[in-house]
């Protein structure tokens, strides 16, 4: 099921591509950028921008600093996560301390995310 982009938050997610945080940076610059598969960034999805995502393995990967372990951001995930999932989309979380201290591990299991849903080549 196609998800229709809203264009009104192209210039947010112009603004975020250009201003990511260092852990979206790292996982960029350091895997994603060069990972076989296709990735977004900033990636509008209906009404919302997601942090990285792969059309072709139907996932999105967000990565979470403090503002999502309060009650406000807790919740706007919880909506976030649902829509995602209601259009096909996995939604994969980490927090930015995994990126700075489990970064192999956060690697490893978008890798095994990926390829796991990938259609079967013949």
């Known amino acids: ?3 229709k982009k809203n264009n009104t938050l192209l210039p947010r997610a112009k603004a975020l ?4 945080t260092p852990q979206e940076r790292k996982l960029w610059y ?3 950028r ?9 990636r509008i999805i209906g009404p919302f921008i997601a942090d990285f995502y792969c059309a072709s ?8 600093g ?3 372990y309060e009650t406000v951001g807790q919740d706007y995930d919880q909506r976030r996560d649902r829509y995602m999932e209601t259009h096909g989309l996995r939604v994969l979380r980490f927090s930015n301390r995994e990126i700075n201290e ?3 591990a956060v690697c490893e299991a978008i ?3 990926v390829q796991g849903h990938l259609p079967e080549l013949d």
């Open 17 to 20: 591509r250009k201003n990511m």
């Open 66 to 68: 403090w503002q999502h």
């Open 111 to 113: 890798d095994l995310a």
């Open 57 to 64: 393995a139907k996932l999105v990967i967000e990565l979470d």
């Open 1 to 3: 099921m196609a998800v």
């Open 34 to 42: 060069a990972y076989p598969v296709k990735f977004y960034k900033q």
């Open 30 to 32: 350091s895997f994603l």
């Open 102 to 104: 489990e970064f192999t």
